[in-house]
């Protein structure tokens, strides 16, 4: 199987180069699942609300064309334009086509994933678009040229010193300042320009409300506002996924969102929009891009119920060494590793295996994802299908006959202990994985059931 | 086909079996004292609350506080001696050169600290986002406990609203928390007793 990008294991590797830096990287992710911890043990009722999110979310699955149709109803007796895209390509078109038949060149835009994984920006600025990401994280990549690391917090992966350098080249910002208070005036200054000279703005959607045809966008920043509501022109992006069906449950979602990601209480802008403004055109666009494949897919299905919070990330212990970049995908981490291979098997054949099936994961998704079940059982399937490596293939079935046969098993076993105490050479260095970080343990003079036969007598 | 009757068709074909909505979608939160876990909750993300007995009182507090800034603005008319900015203009672009901007808003929630405002108080939704520091006024008993409360409250959300909790935000760099991003850089809170 060959790639033109590195595998995961092959990626983390080289991540793995820095040791100080992969530890600074893992204990600042933990850092954040802390901080998570902290805020969501304040309530009481946090692992009720999980539940009522995640039958709220099954619901959704099972009523999703429903649901839609009253959506969008709805959006567009608001007076919203309602797009429907099959896919990232279609997507693409449909914005470029807003921008050309309004005669704009340059847009802001606010967090999407959505739009990463489409590459929107990419196509826009093929097509002669001018794209300026304006979440503060987004805007140090999109300056770097690399995409986000993380779906919440983009430039984790970067250093004070790194962005520093960054923006003395694009802001310019004095050489070797790394204040970043200072560093994010700076782009404060540069972005707020941006804002009150263009016309169109995209904003992604955290959760759209079938009820009353709005969604809601949540940042930090104000960016996604400062955007929309000086903007001729605003289109929102959202998988087909985010719908929820009443206003009502936004009171569980937002509870649980933020907490689960950063562990404030909710964001500092959780900003509803319905209608747009006078003399202002609001678009939606409803993207497929491979989720009503997904829908369709028994053991998969569940990972729609995802709200994008990346908490699984952030307890990730593969994530946190590991870095979003490895993942090769635009979402990272335990859930990037479900939601990939739908959309491609034969480049995303390796994230599943990016995993101890350590279960953390699952355990802080707010919605109650059974995210390392599905890990498990995407293996099942992309083995099945050929879509893994022949050697790591044959390695399994050897292990399988070692394990399925007793005899060959106590065998084997008695060798390698032997080999342990006689040459320890053998196993100790470069050829051996293990040995790659780990001291190789104490062989122990005898094998357990050795001890038990020769216990059991007396 | 078009692209959504491909995409309705799929996700019908596709949907599992329908279930039911949960029973219980809401929460209570029994704080002893509302108004202080508002208070300590908006302390934690840097936002001042003062109570105010009434609009004279409230209008020599901001006369006080905001004594020597220049490109005052306000939506609240018993304030407009104190501002010299006026808000009736066409053009949201001009908002851009206001300093402070105290704007009347609806409720505020205790557990997060987050005010609601929406198009019912605004000649302009970019107002609480461009100006450079922002004040609300909310009437003190209208503090609710929790985010169902509130929803239980926006019956309808007009056009746009929007919960804001704390100035503007970012920790998109190593994590430092900087106050401040791209919207208001400060927030104050008012809590205005009733006449």
Known sequence: MSHSTMDHAEASVTFNKDEPYVDWHDETLWFVRQKRDKSSKQLPEWEEMRESASQIKHYVLSHMDGLLEEFERNAKANGVHVHWASDAAEHNEIVLGLLKKHNIDRMVKSKSMLTEECHMNDFLIKNGIDVIDTDLGERIVQLRNEPPSHIVLPAIHLKKKDIGDLFHEFLGTEAGATDPQYLTEAARQHLRDKFLTRRAALTGVNFAVAETGGFVVSTNEGNADMGAHLADIHIACMGFEKIIPKQEHLGVFLRLLARSATGQPITTYSSHFKKPRDGQEMHLIIVDNGRSTQLGREDFRNSLKCIRCGACMNTCPVYRRSGGHSYHNAVAGPIGSILAPNLDMTKNADLPFASTLCGSCSNVCPVKIDIHEQLYKWRQVLVKGGYIPKGKEMGVKAMSTVLSSPRFYQWSGKLGRSVMRIAPFMVNNSLNPWFNGREMPEPPKESFRDWYVRNRKE | ?195
Not at chain 2, 26 to 46: C, G, M, P, R
Not at chain 2, 92 to 99: A, R, S, Y
């Open chain 2, 1 to 195: 086909m078009s692209s959504r009757e491909k995409i309705l068709q799929q996700i019908k074909n596709n949907k599992p079996a329908e279930t039911q909505l949960p029973v219980k979608v809401t929460f209570e939160s029994d704080y002893t004292d509302t108004e202080a876990k508002f208070i300590e909750t908006l302390a934690s993300v840097y936002t001042e609350v003062i109570v105010v007995k009434s609009n004279e009182d409230l209008l020599a507090k901001v006369n006080e506080m905001y004594a020597d800034v220049v490109s005052k603005a306000t939506t609240i008319p018993a304030l407009a001696s104190w501002s010299d900015f006026s808000l009736n203009i066409p053009d949201p672009h001009d908002l851009e050169t206001i300093e402070v901007a105290i704007l009347q808003a609806e409720f505020g929630v205790a557990e997060n600290g987050a005010v609601w405002i929406s198009d019912n108080h605004l000649p302009h939704r970019a107002l609480p986002f461009i100006t450079q520091n922002l004040a609300f006024v909310v009437p003190r008993k209208s503090l609710v406990n929790n985010m169902h409360n509130a929803y239980n409250i926006l019956t309808d959300t007009t056009g746009w609203g929007c919960f804001i909790s704390g100035p503007s935000k970012t920790a998109d760099i190593e994590q430092s928390l900087v106050i401040g991003a791209h919207g208001a850089r400060s927030l104050v809170v008012f809590l205005l007793e009733d006449n």
